[in-house]
């Protein structure tokens, strides 16, 4: 059975932590997402790779940043971590060229306090 | 820009009732239209699509039709379970290969 797992499934977070979100999946897939999920908002992309060390800026990437050392992993970094961050961030993956048909992970629900 | 608009939650039904979730699009030209499932504590799942205008995408008892002409992508069940509560999300793609723009999901609830 396919899978997309992430490393936590809540984190609890101080203001000005530096925070790493992980992701790892395990269907040799060459595309990987960060989104963010918020009642009313929907699912917002943060970030995502098309390849090894290579990435590209979603609709929100203000505050984050990532990181693609392997195909299988795929981390997602807050560099200095606020409030406003407080929400479900959710990994996802898809094979080359079919961004439509996404294997999301069960998500890490992420608080600032 | 590309937009996707779906009617606020909850919904709340009884089980064996019928079910509609709105869905409006806008975007130019054709983009394919997508119908994700989050059930409790899980990742959101793909749950049926279509490509072009007049196409119905089906599955586990859902339909939804790509009505061009009204920009959306409505879905429908007739008969509810309580295994079918869960939130449901729209979404569009302008081409293949692009990326999925979601929807602001709504959550139903199916009470026994």
């Known amino acids: 059975d396919v899978k997309v797992t992430q490393s936590s499934r809540y984190l609890v977070k101080r203001t000005g932590e530096k925070v790493f979100l992980e992701c790892v999946q395990d269907m040799d897939h060459e595309n990987m997402f960060w989104y963010r999920q918020d009642p009313g908002l929907g699912l917002r992309l943060i970030y995502f790779s098309y390849d090894v060390k290579m990435k590209e800026k979603g609709d929100i990437p203000e505050g984050y940043s990532v990181s693609r050392e392997k195909k299988e992993r795929f981390s997602l970094i807050l560099e200095s971590a606020s409030t406003n961050q407080t929400s479900m961030y959710l990994c996802a993956s898809s094979i080359q060229g079919v961004n439509e048909k996404l294997f999301f992970g069960s998500g890490t629900q992420l608080s600032v306090l | 820009g590309n937009s996707v608009t779906q009617m606020e939650g909850p919904v709340t039904l009884s089980e064996e009732a019928f079910l509609t979730i709105n869905c409006t699009y806008t975007?130019?030209?054709?983009?394919?239209l997508f119908w994700y499932v989050q059930y409790p504590g899980e990742g959101l799942q793909l749950l049926l699509k279509a490509t072009k205008a007049d196409d119905k995408g089906s599955n586990k008892g859902f339909e939804a039709t790509y009505r061009k002409e009204t920009t959306s992508f409505h879905l429908e069940k007739g008969s509810v379970q309580v295994s079918d509560s869960a939130v449901y999300f729209c979404?569009?793609?302008?081409?293949?290969?692009?990326?999925?723009?979601f929807g602001g999901g709504t959550r139903v609830l199916v009470k026994p």
């Open positions: 975007a130019t030209g054709y983009p394919s």
């Open positions: 979404a569009l793609s302008k081409a293949a290969g692009n990326k999925l723009t």
